[in-house]
């Protein structure tokens, strides 16, 4: 834990207290603090909201698997005890949804899994990680993780051709004692042998105990998604959020505005019937996700190799090339935005990988969320804009007569997003 984290206000109580609050009552047992050693004080004191609180101090560094594994120690005569790891940046807005998340963890917990809890998110934000899970969660039962990418890791192009899913990791788990030890001896043997000579090593100062110094220094600063998590074999995933409405208050709002007779809406979706009527026109632009299903067994002669383009917005990527078709990948920054200049041929599908995109059509603004899609009408000239905090990543195929037809506006063409500070 950072300071941050214990930073608080008058009469307001700080982030982890709030954590420690939202984590006590009948069905917790006392919980377990790991901080590091300059944060001993604050800790003890805002520990005090919870009675029967205990903490181990790390030497100097924080180390979150390191961490993790030595509260793990300390319960390791309770080996079928269920643990709630959960960082000290958690913040649960709606106590029912962790209840309801709980409830559907736990039986997944006693029979061996390690579950992970994570959330939709409306910005461009992977917390801990991202879980990439082979369906959609649905009334929060838990469902098998794919493969867990840590927080520096991009996802791969492959997820879109599977139909994968994403989760934003938070940082807690639900397991039982036995099983996290196994992994970490399994997964991460390094860590798990230091950790436990720097506990068998402790020392007390005060209430709290103080993990050696000697050994706990020489431990690798790893998160437990990159030491044990994305090696395990039996992870599921319980999403948070399950009445996540952000689509719906979409959905309502799009509504609102073709009842009140809003006309870029209704020009937007008349260009794409028209489109669909004229398809006989374009042989190529029947049906664009049969496009993305072709290239996973294309040859590797069938399209170019990577070329990728540096600019102030971002990067613009050119993945694949071939006859009648290109797909490209943008990354755009936090807070810019890119005028794409008008193409011929057929319609632009554009899949958002990673974030939240503004995607401007003439007076009308559509927000496109992390794993959907849009389809913007030929001929059209448009602008994609990041409102979130962290880079955007589309998938843009674009399939016409001629190769590559739409292009990337250059510097001057660039306009900032309106209303991002």
């Known amino acids: 834990m950072?300071?941050?984290?214990?930073?608080?206000?008058?009469?307001v109580p700080s982030r982890f207290e709030r954590l420690l609050t939202a984590l006590s009552g009948d069905v917790f047992a006392p919980p377990l603090v790991v901080a590091t050693r300059d944060c001993a004080t604050v800790a003890t004191r805002q520990a005090q909201c919870v009675a029967g609180s205990s903490l181990i101090l790390e030497p100097e560094q924080h180390k979150p698997a390191a961490a993790v594994l030595s509260?793990?120690?300390?319960?390791?005569?309770?080996?079928?005890?269920?643990?709630?790891?959960?960082?000290?940046?958690?913040?649960?807005?709606?106590?029912?949804?962790?209840?309801?998340?709980?409830?559907?963890?736990?039986?997944?917990?006693?029979?061996?899994?390690?579950?992970?809890?994570?959330?939709?998110?409306?910005?461009?934000?992977?917390?801990?990680g991202l879980l990439e899970v082979a369906s959609a969660p649905r009334s929060s039962a838990p469902v098998s993780v794919d493969r867990v990418l840590t927080?520096?890791?991009q996802p791969m192009l492959s997820g879109l051709f599977h139909g994968n899913h994403h989760l934003c990791g938070l940082g807690i788990y639900v397991a039982?004692?036995?099983?996290?030890?196994?992994?970490?001896?399994?997964?991460?043997?390094?860590?798990?042998?230091?950790?436990?000579?720097?506990?068998?090593?402790?020392?007390?100062?005060?209430?709290?105990?103080?993990?050696?110094?000697?050994?706990?220094?020489?431990?690798?600063?790893?998160?437990?998604?990159?030491?044990?998590?994305?090696?395990?074999?039996?992870?599921?995933?319980?999403?948070?959020?399950?009445?996540?409405?952000?689509?719906?208050?979409?959905?309502?709002?799009?509504?609102?505005?073709?009842?009140?007779?809003?006309?870029?809406?209704?020009?937007?979706e008349a260009d794409l019937a028209a489109e669909r009527?004229?398809?006989?026109?374009?042989?190529?632009?029947?049906?664009?996700?049969?496009?993305?299903?072709?290239?996973?067994e294309a040859e590797a002669g069938d399209a170019?190799?990577?070329?990728s383009d540096e600019h102030d917005w971002g990067r613009k990527e050119t993945l694949a090339m071939g006859p009648g078709f290109s797909l490209q990948r943008l990354l755009v920054n936090p807070g810019e935005s890119v005028e794409l200049c008008a193409g011929d041929g057929a319609?632009?599908?554009?899949?958002?990988?990673?974030?939240?995109?503004?995607?401007?059509?003439?007076?009308?603004?559509?927000?496109?969320?992390?794993?959907?899609?849009?389809?913007?009408?030929a001929g059209r000239s448009r602008r994609i804009e990041n409102p979130g905090s962290a880079p955007l990543q589309l998938i843009q195929l674009h399939v016409?007569?001629?190769?590559?037809?739409?292009?990337?506006?250059?510097?001057a063409g660039i306009v900032p997003p309106a209303g991002v500070a």
């Open 176 to 268: 039982r004692v036995d099983t996290l030890l196994a992994a970490y001896k399994r997964h991460a043997s390094r860590i798990f042998l230091a950790v436990k000579n720097a506990a068998q090593r402790a020392s007390r100062i005060g209430e709290a105990t103080l993990l050696e110094d000697r050994t706990y220094r020489r431990i690798k600063t790893l998160s437990f998604e990159r030491a044990v998590a994305q090696k395990a074999d039996n992870l599921v995933a319980v999403q948070l959020d399950v009445d996540w409405s952000v689509h719906a208050d979409w959905d309502r709002d799009r509504d609102a505005e073709r009842h009140s007779g809003g006309q870029d809406l209704s020009a937007w």
């Open 2 to 11: 950072t300071p941050l984290h214990f930073e608080d206000a008058p009469g």
């Open 304 to 307: 170019l190799s990577a070329h």
């Open 400 to 411: 016409s007569a001629l190769p590559d037809t739409a292009h990337v506006a250059d510097r």
């Open 71 to 128: 509260a793990l120690m300390a319960l390791r005569d309770r080996p079928h005890a269920l643990v709630v790891v959960a960082p000290a940046s958690a913040d649960f807005a709606d106590a029912q949804q962790l209840d309801t998340a709980l409830c559907h963890a736990i039986p997944a917990a006693q029979r061996g899994e390690i579950v992970m809890l994570g959330q939709r998110r409306s910005r461009a934000y992977m917390g801990h």
């Open 151 to 153: 927080s520096d890791r």
């Open 347 to 377: 319609a632009e599908h554009w899949v958002v990988v990673q974030g939240a995109a503004l995607i401007t059509l003439g007076n009308h603004v559509r927000l496109v969320w992390e794993s959907q899609s849009a389809r913007v009408p």
């Open 277 to 296: 009527q004229a398809a006989g026109a374009h042989p190529h632009a029947a049906d664009m996700m049969s496009v993305y299903a072709s290239l996973v």
